[in-house]
């Protein structure tokens, strides 16, 4: 493992941010959980945009936080998965029955970004970067390095999803249900799973990040200190041991620490 960057690909998870309806509450917990630095932007015309980094204010930018634009919305992390053209994106969104929720906007510097959303109600975005080298560091410890999708109806994610980023589909059985992975070549770089009958019946389909951390117990543990609630207590998977939870504000997260020095999809 090495200290230098590690960019996303083309068609890779890119950019993380969360709308949160108390984004002061997010960043502090965020900060204490990760170590994250943060400073904010002022755009005109819009709120804040607080940014995270890793080292300090001259270290690469890993996430964001902005207020919810509609208190009706859950609060949620949204990935932005990396693309050459945005609007040609956009348009492949909408080409295959999603829809583009916030135009593409640049963000001083930082990237383009645009908001969409896939054909069962699951946010995401497509972004550029700016003119900043290290923008959207992801695969390396206190960073994104997992993405994974939960769907009511796979196939239909399958086609969506494979006709806009050109991901390929694999299945593989875990325990007892079937685990996709989502992948460019021969890396995976997301996962899905099907909404089955364990849940809710009305919870919408949705993307949830996973976080590198060095131990995953004493990171679940010290998210419960700073106010977050465990889901799914650490656990062992194939990729490494996990905990799912919810942040003060309610947004759905997962910490992962991974098996291999590569991150549970490999480098990007």
Request: aromatic letters at 12%.
């Amino acid at each position: 493992m090495t200290d230098a960057p590690v960019r996303p690909a083309p068609g890779w998870p890119g950019w993380i941010d969360l709308a949160s309806p108390h984004p002061e509450t997010a960043r502090a917990f965020y900060s204490e959980l990760f170590g994250w630095y943060s400073y904010t932007l002022s755009i005109p015309g819009y709120a804040d945009y607080t940014v995270f980094t890793l080292g300090g204010v001259q270290g690469p930018e890993v996430a964001g936080i902005q207020p919810l634009a509609d208190d009706t919305q859950p609060p949620s992390w949204t990935c932005y998965f990396k693309v050459p053209d945005l609007q040609a994106a956009v348009d492949a969104v909408k080409a295959a029955g999603g829809r583009e929720l916030t135009p593409p906007m640049d963000y001083s510097g930082i990237g383009s970004m645009a908001l969409c959303m896939d054909p069962e109600g699951a946010d995401f975005g497509v972004a550029t970067p700016g003119n900043l080298v290290e923008f959207g560091v992801v695969n390396r410890p206190l960073t994104m390095c997992w993405v994974e999708l939960a769907s009511r109806d796979t196939g239909r994610a399958r086609r969506f999803y494979g006709g806009v980023f050109g991901w390929q589909a694999v299945d593989c059985e875990y325990h007892g249900s079937v685990y996709t992975n989502w992948k460019l070549g021969d890396r995976s770089l997301a996962g899905m799973v099907s909404m089955d009958h364990g849940w809710p019946p009305h919870y919408p389909a949705h993307w949830i990040p996973y976080f590198w951390v060095d131990d995953c117990d004493a990171a679940a543990a010290r998210a419960a200190e700073l106010g977050a609630k465990i889901r799914i207590p650490p656990a062992d998977v194939q990729p490494g041991r996990y905990a799912m939870m919810t942040d003060p504000t309610g947004a759905r997260l997962a910490v992962i620490t991974p098996r291999t020095t590569a991150g549970p999809g490999g480098a990007a």
